[in-house]
């Protein structure tokens, strides 16, 4: 259980202990929850998120063929853009971002995929969602300019967030908020 992220030896103690102590309730349902995703999860082959068929529902939702493209890091990205219910396209994970530290190329991403995805499913805009970090803009850049002139690119605003005061900020927020400021 320290293994996983976010839990370290403490915390990852009292989640088994407190199992432990409600097996039939807790840990018995867990583990066969935990056997039928093992057995049935996979990566849709279309996007990259994780379902229990070759085709998640969201790439099966023909409404949601509008030409609009969400690239994203992760499934849990993807995750959280769904939690919004804002976005009503298809997305794209690419598992990872480039770094040059870390050895990670264009080649081990699904950025190949992410090419033949345009012309397969008629894309008209692809919405970059990627970190507002090194390695997140350095894999938007590498996108853009591989896709330059097929296809219209934009990406997520940056800045302030909603409820954000300016006091608790770190420079990197604000200055990106005073470049991308609006007209009002």
């Not at 989640?15 to 840990?27: C, D």
């Not at 995750?79 to 219910?85: C, F, I, L, T, Y």
């Not at 040059?100 to 033949?116: E, T």
Request: net charge negative.
């Amino acid at each position: 259980m320290a293994r996983l992220p976010g839990l370290g030896p403490r915390s990852a103690r009292r989640a088994v202990l407190h199992l432990m102590a409600k097996r039939g309730m807790l840990l018995m349902p867990l583990a066969e929850a935990m056997a039928e995703v093992a057995r049935t999860a996979r990566d849709c082959l279309n996007c990259g998120n994780i379902g229990t068929a070759d085709i998640c529902p969201i790439c099966a939702d023909e409404a949601r063929a509008n030409g609009l493209l969400c690239v994203v890091e992760d499934v849990a990205d993807l995750w959280a853009m769904e939690r919004s219910g804002v976005f009503k396209g298809r997305y794209h994970v690419l598992g990872g971002t480039l770094s040059a530290l870390d050895g990670v190329g264009p080649d081990d991403l699904r950025i190949p995929q992410l090419a033949r995805r345009i012309e397969a499913e008629a894309i008209s805009e692809i919405i970059l969602a990627l970190g507002a970090t090194i390695d997140g803009q350095t894999t938007a850049h590498y996108i853009a300019d591989q896709l330059e002139g097929r296809v219209a690119l934009s990406s997520l605003a940056q800045g302030v967030p909603v409820g954000g005061e300016l006091d608790y900020l770190d420079d990197g927020t604000i200055t990106a908020a005073l470049n991308a400021r609006k007209r009002m």
